[in-house]
């Protein structure tokens, strides 16, 4: 091993070890922190986050970077790890300690507005925060890409190489094809009513707990808590963190949250198994947008299918009585319910793009145009309605609703959309390596699953940071990203369901 690639990795497994401490205070602070400690937190996490960026911008790890960068001797592995250090180089690198710190003060009193707010449906108890959050991400856009559109600056930092020119056609043909599949489907009755029904939250999480374990999540290397809005995020490679809430009105909707970010937890905890990139900034997924294709992958194309309930339902008629009185058909119709609602974390499959595109027309307007903050509720009521096809009755089911843009992350929202299609176009190779639709189904309505997660974790998992994101979808797949896999799929799958 060189002298640089030994001082690369050392400095690396620091760095990921002062993230690993950062996480941990904002994991604490989401779940069990007092309320008049999160002054002080938040001084704590500016702190944290400046020490992180002056060890990540030393002088000596950009130096072995540029030595090391167009080694053709290095492994795999190695020449991965280079190459994220080049992208951060080239981009957050260049941020002041000064302005990390500030951003990290920020984030922490931001979190605890933006909780209250909604609690009192209070925007403008928020709003200051959010304005300033606002400045403060234009101002890192200029600084890690002043040749590019601050927002395209932005969405880069969470998929590599997203942009503007790239979601705008992908999201009007989504949106179209979305709103003619409603159309389609809109007078179908479908009774929901018996999942809005009071239930015992203890029993509910139990079930939960089970399907969590039936997936594989290692309760050796993980937890599970509760937070207002539902989040996994990694401590370490043996510790990653799930949260999950019953505070949704459906029973349904706690089941989908753990689902959810159960396929996120095991994601990062099967990559960190390699030992190759363990404990390493490659050591985790490789992306926000492959990030969301396991956990929608596992919410919506396995939790939400029939086979998946064969298998799962009487379990949960056990916890939940008053569902013995239901049929698995119309438990499954139920769940797969085509409604335009408020809640984006509890939408269904095919109007939740909608809530994305809402989002990202949202961010265009604050990154792009003049914005008055006082008149930012209106403008996504305006934009529920045109998009998603709600009326919004208040700001906590409208603006508030999210806690993303009180972390900061603007640019974010277009990965969940991304997670749809790629989590679409993985579904349809692994029916193909499966040998048809038919065997994957069985292996769901078997109730043992370790071949799916065996598949994703050999042709993805496994990979973690090694490939960028087009790289592996493309391993993967044969091909690049398009939408054609997603609609296929909401069109066959909703046709049968609605006899369309």
């Known amino acids: 091993m060189t002298a640089e690639l030994e001082l690369l990795k050392t400095q690396d497994k620091k760095i990921m070890q002062l993230k690993g401490i950062e996480a941990l205070l904002s994991w604490d602070q989401e779940t069990i922190l007092p309320e008049k400690a999160n002054d002080y937190r938040s001084e704590q996490m500016g702190l944290i986050s400046s020490i992180i960026q002056e060890e990540a911008t030393?002088?000596?790890?950009?130096?072995?970077?540029?030595?090391?960068?167009?080694?053709?001797?290095?492994?795999?592995?190695?020449?991965?790890?280079v190459r994220y250090y080049n992208r951060f180089?080239?981009?957050?690198?260049?941020?002041?300690?000064?302005?990390v710190k500030q951003e990290g003060e920020l984030l922490g009193k931001s979190h605890q507005a933006w909780v209250k707010a909604r609690q009192n449906d209070d925007f403008a108890a928020f709003a200051p925060y959010l304005s300033a959050l606002i400045e403060l991400a234009k101002k890192k856009a200029k600084i890690i890409a002043p040749e590019k559109n601050s927002y395209d600056a932005l969405l880069d930092l969470y998929e590599e190489?997203?942009?503007?020119?790239?979601l705008d056609p992908l999201f009007d043909d989504l949106k179209r094809s979305t709103h003619e599949l409603m159309d389609k489907i809109k007078s179908a009755k479908v009774n929901d009513e018996f999942l809005f029904k009071p239930y015992d939250e203890k029993a509910l999480h139990s079930f939960s707990l089970e399907l969590n374990k039936k997936m594989g999540f290692?309760?050796?290397?993980?937890y599970v808590a509760l937070s207002a809005h539902p989040f996994t995020t990694s401590i370490g490679p043996d510790d990653v963190r799930i949260t999950t809430r019953y505070t949704d009105p459906s029973l349904f909707d706690p089941i989908s949250s753990i689902v959810h970010e159960t396929g996120h937890a095991l994601?990062?905890?099967?990559?960190?198994?390699?030992?190759?990139?363990?404990?390493?900034?490659?050591?985790?997924?490789?992306?926000?947008?492959?990030?969301?294709?396991?956990?929608?992958?596992?919410?919506?194309?396995?939790?939400?299918?029939?086979?998946?309930?064969?298998?799962?339902?009487p379990s949960l008629q056990e916890c939940i009585p008053h569902l013995r009185d239901v049929s698995l058909e119309d438990f499954y119709k139920a769940i797969n319910k085509v409604n335009p609602s408020a809640i984006r974390v509890n939408a269904d499959e095919v109007t939740y793009n909608l809530h994305i595109i809402l989002r990202y027309e949202m961010e265009k307007l604050l990154f792009n145009g003049e914005y008055?903050?006082?008149?930012?509720?209106?403008?996504?009521?305006?934009?529920?309605?045109?998009?998603?096809?709600?009326e919004v009755k208040?700001?906590?089911?409208?603006?508030?609703?999210?806690?993303?843009?009180?972390?900061?992350?603007?640019?974010?929202?277009?990965?969940?959309?991304?997670?749809?299609?790629?989590?679409?176009?993985?579904?349809?190779?692994?029916?193909?390596?499966f040998g048809g639709e038919d065997n994957l189904n069985a292996i769901l309505k078997s109730g043992s699953w370790c071949e799916i997660t065996k598949w994703q974790n050999e042709n993805i998992w496994k990979y973690g940071g090694i490939y960028t994101p087009s790289q592996l979808v493309e391993r993967v797949s044969g091909k690049s990203l398009d939408a054609d896999a997603f609609k296929v799929y909401l069109i066959e799958k909703y046709t049968r369901i609605y006899n369309l």
Do not use: C
Not at 161 to 166: C, D, I, K, R, S
Not at 279 to 300: A, D, K, L, P, Y
Not at 410 to 429: C, D, E, I, M
């Open 58 to 81: 030393k002088e000596s790890l950009r130096n072995a970077v540029e030595v090391l960068s167009g080694d053709d001797s290095l492994s795999l592995e190695d020449k991965a790890l």
């Open 89 to 99: 180089f080239q981009g957050e690198a260049n941020l002041p300690v000064s302005l």
């Open 161 to 166: 190489g997203l942009n503007q020119e790239m």
């Open 218 to 222: 290692d309760y050796l290397r993980g």
């Open 267 to 313: 994601y990062d905890s099967h990559a960190s198994l390699n030992p190759a990139i363990r404990g390493t900034s490659i050591g985790q997924g490789v992306s926000m947008g492959i990030h969301e294709s396991q956990s929608r992958f596992w919410e919506n194309m396995m939790g939400r299918s029939y086979a998946y309930w064969q298998s799962m339902y």
């Open 372 to 390: 008055n903050i006082n008149e930012l509720p209106q403008k996504w009521n305006e934009l529920s309605k045109q998009i998603i096809r709600y």
């Open 394 to 433: 208040n700001d906590s089911e409208g603006i508030l609703q999210d806690v993303h843009w009180a972390g900061g992350l603007f640019g974010y929202f277009p990965t969940y959309s991304l997670g749809n299609l790629y989590s679409a176009t993985f579904r349809k190779k692994m029916i193909e390596d």
